[in-house]
């Protein structure tokens, strides 16, 4: 069984920084997946950034350039360093892992951007 833990979240200014952690349990394979998706209220829930064991990232247009995601195999960790934060970035941000044909999601974390 896998469970995703995240950490991270918070309220910040427009502008500002933040970085959120994803801690996996279980075995890691090759072909595994990890990644992060936000929800907003009233909206379905986006993929934000995806990275393979390999390295291999996608972004979502309206982060690149803003947004970095990154992985340890070593801690089976993955991080998003969040930077020029807009106030549309406001949404709960879920950390995701598909491993050997499963999907697994964390509990989510609130991450705010306001004044």
């Known amino acids: 069984q896998v469970q995703l833990v995240e950490s991270g979240g918070g309220l910040v200014q427009p502008g500002g920084s933040l970085r959120l952690s994803c801690a996996a349990s279980?075995?890691?394979?090759?072909?595994?997946?990890m990644g992060w998706y936000r929800q907003a209220p009233g909206k379905q829930r986006e993929l934000v950034a995806t990275?393979?064991?390999?390295?291999?990232?996608n972004y979502a247009d309206s982060v690149k350039g803003r947004f970095t995601i990154s992985r340890d195999n070593a801690k089976n960790t993955v991080y998003l360093q969040m930077n020029s934060l807009k106030p549309e970035d406001t949404a709960v941000y879920y950390c995701?892992?598909?491993?050997?044909?499963?999907?697994?999601w964390g509990q989510g974390t609130q991450v705010t951007v306001s004044s």
């Open positions: 990275i393979t064991y390999a390295d291999r990232i």
């Open positions: 995701h892992k598909r491993s050997i044909g499963y999907d697994y």
């Open positions: 279980g075995r890691i394979f090759s072909s595994d997946v």
